[in-house]
């Protein structure tokens, strides 16, 4: 079968080059990238293009733009976002989310979508929990919605109450219930125009998606859902190896 070699977009074709420039030290960190008019004379394109272009390089973390001064080579280009969120299942006195920000605020909702999924409770009534954080270090913003399905409060009463997500599993623990399991989900997507307000995202780029889901006993109990930006956060996940068999097989004879 004879493979059809299609062209890149031109928004990728002019992404390339600039970032050839920078690699190559022609832009140099701090350095101002030429304005929007003098690339769209340059390269022949139109403004959307140059735009679509400057916004990828500010997502790969190359340059950084600033309103009415120009987008810039940025002083320290990194290979990883500057903040780590940690999501290994901690107790409290090793807290894995940055501070809250705001009040949370509690509402009712009908879960669909991933949440209604994972809980194995679609068009099932929830109590919803909306908060946002931030690290103090690098200014990244966390949006924390907790999903409790309304048949884990007749069981928890407490837990349609602001719960501290850092000790939720002491808590759930503390009201009986056992075998507590946790597993998270991640995904990514483009951010919704309110979305990226709230999380004061500037550049171009997939926002992260954790859904983190406690269960007890194999059922499902709530959801946690965080979303931040790609271009500064940098989920880490501590990975234990199974154990080895405690018994040991012999060869036989």
């Keep these: 079968m004879t493979m059809i070699s299609r062209p890149r977009p031109m928004w990728a074709q002019v992404a390339d080059h600039l970032t050839r420039e920078i690699t190559a030290g022609t832009y140099r ?6 304005s929007e008019r003098e690339m769209v004379a340059s390269f022949r394109v139109s403004t959307g293009t140059v735009r679509r272009a400057v916004s990828e390089l500010v997502a790969a973390g190359l340059a950084e733009s600033q309103q009415g001064k120009g987008t810039r080579v940025k002083s320290t280009p990194s290979a990883l976002p500057g903040y780590a969120l940690e999501r290994a299942p901690r107790r409290r006195s090793d807290a894995t989310l940055p501070p809250a920000i705001e009040a949370p605020a509690v509402s009712r ?3 669909t979508g991933a949440a209604g999924a994972l809980l194995q409770a679609a068009d099932h009534d929830a109590v919803v929990i909306d908060q946002m954080r931030q690290d103090p270090q690098t200014g990244a913003r966390i949006a924390h919605r907790t999903y409790v ?3 884990t409060v007749a069981d928890v009463p407490n837990a349609a109450e602001p719960m501290d997500p850092d000790a939720i599993m ?3 623990t503390a009201a009986g219930l056992q075998s507590l399991t946790v597993t998270e989900h ?3 997507r483009g951010p919704l125009p309110d ?3 709230a999380l004061g995202m500037d550049a171009a780029g997939p926002i992260l998606i954790t859904y983190r889901v406690i269960s007890s006993k194999g059922r499902p ?3 946690m859902e965080l979303k931040t930006s790609a271009a500064t956060t940098l989920l880490t996940y501590q990975v234990t190896p199974p154990k080895a068999p405690s018994g040991r097989t012999r060869a036989s004879a």
Aim: charged residues 15%.
């Design 186 to 188: 991640v995904t990514a």
């Design 109 to 111: 909702t009908t879960l």
């Design 195 to 197: 979305e990226r307000t």
């Design 29 to 34: 960190p701090g350095d101002l990238l030429p």
């Design 221 to 223: 109990l709530m959801c």
């Design 170 to 172: 002491d808590q759930l």
């Design 149 to 151: 399905p309304m048949a």
